[in-house]
């Protein structure tokens, strides 16, 4: 999908993922947005391209964004 007011975050391997990520970046105050194929979630496919699940957020939100995913990859200790 491409939008010039919407920056790509992250690719979740499904729906499950997608919603782990979205809640957890609207904890945040953050305005999520998430795009997949519908035929995955329908036949529960998460490690193919249908079950990919794209999230975004503003751009203006991207930085503060991929902060908060880097904390939750990697913890808020040292990598």
């Not at 249908?50 to 808020?76: C, H, M, P, T």
Request: charged share 25%.
């Amino acid at each position: 999908m491409e939008n010039d007011k919407l920056a790509l975050i992250w690719q979740a391997s499904g729906y499950l993922d997608s919603q782990l990520i979205k809640i957890y970046l609207e904890s945040f105050g953050l305005e999520v947005f998430i795009f997949g194929e519908s035929i995955g979630a329908s036949y529960g496919l998460t490690n193919t391209p249908l079950g990919e699940v794209e999230i975004y957020v503003r751009k203006e939100d991207e930085s503060n964004a991929l902060e908060f995913l880097d904390q939750y990859e990697f913890g808020s200790g040292e990598k």
